[in-house]
């Protein structure tokens, strides 16, 4: 009898570490041109059907954690909808194939989640296509740092809100006209909501946002049978950090070499957190947490 290959798990495995190339891209950033390219597919990853046949809405959904968390849903027997950019439809496309390569079906709804009108159309569109929503993943952001607050313009400051908060609100809004209890509502915060950020004062306080409306929502929503946390990564090898423009080629070389790991993580790295809190076998008695996975960074927050 033939044996079947095993992978092997029994050690992390070893990730890409800084210095990486000297680069940089104008915003919002293609996954395609990253070197190295980020790792998504977790090939150690065994999937075990927790999502089977669920519905899952990812914005950004088409590089980064978003990517790497719509396939990993899609392994675990979700139908997947993501949401990008028009000017990302490339990246997009390569994150279907992977969806439908593991069997599910992939929705691309490509628009601008600053435009309240297109929050609701999302979600619409994903109900109408499978006649449910069950996972409502609220990842998309944006962000450029600044040397000091007297360079962060009002047009700046209200995309970064836009973006970051008011879309996950809308977003929230809109889900919760379909969801049943047992749906789940998950946003991606950061450490820099936490810990805070020189450099990003307006990002850190979206993010402090983020969390403060994942807690108020869960509270909400507990007796409906709807659970609410969020993930709060720390630096994380996605188009974010490099297409942003207050990013030189020289500091994106060294992007995530002062974390405790020395080393950013891989989007393949933070997409098991969400689908442990997208399953109802793993955290059911999970709701109004946020959820760290820092790199060896500790808070209390």
């Not at 999502?51 to 914005?59: G, I, P, S």
């Not at 889900?175 to 915060?189: D, E, K, N």
Request: aromatic share 6%.
């Amino acid at each position: 009898m033939k044996k079947t290959a095993q992978r092997d798990t029994s050690s992390p495995p070893r990730q890409p570490e800084p210095p990486f190339p000297r680069q940089h891209q104008k915003g919002p950033g293609l996954e395609s041109r990253l070197r190295p390219k980020p790792r998504f597919n977790a090939d150690r990853y065994l999937p075990a059907g927790k999502l089977r046949d669920k519905v899952a809405l990812v914005t950004g959904g088409d590089s980064g954690i978003g990517r790497a968390v719509a396939v990993m849903f899609a392994r675990e027997g979700a139908h997947v909808a993501i949401c990008y950019l028009p000017e990302e439809e490339s990246d997009a496309i390569v994150t279907r194939d992977h969806i439908q390569a593991a069997g599910r079906e992939c929705l691309l709804l490509p628009g601008n989640l600053t435009d309240a009108a297109y929050c609701d159309d999302v979600v619409d569109a994903t109900f109408k296509r499978w006649g449910s929503l069950d996972i409502l993943v609220s990842n998309a952001a944006h962000q450029n740092r600044k040397d000091q607050l007297e360079d962060l313009v009002d047009s700046e400051l209200v995309e970064t809100f836009e973006t970051n908060v008011y879309a996950y609100v809308r977003l929230a809004r809109a889900a919760l006209r379909h969801m049943q209890r047992g749906a789940v509502i998950i946003a991606t915060s950061s450490e820099t909501g936490i810990l805070g950020s020189r450099k990003l004062p307006d990002y850190s306080a979206t993010k402090g946002a983020i969390n403060a409306f994942t807690k108020s929502l869960a509270q909400d929503l507990v007796k409906k049978g709807i659970r609410v946390n969020a993930v709060a990564p720390g630096p994380v090898w996605t188009p974010l950090n490099p297409s942003d423009a207050g990013m030189t080629p020289a500091k994106v070389a060294k992007f995530g070499a002062d974390s405790p790991m020395g080393r950013p993580a891989q989007p393949e790295e933070l997409a098991p957190a969400y689908v442990f809190l997208a399953s109802n076998a793993d955290s059911s008695y999970i709701t109004g947490t946020i959820l760290q996975v820092m790199g060896g960074e500790t808070s209390g927050g």
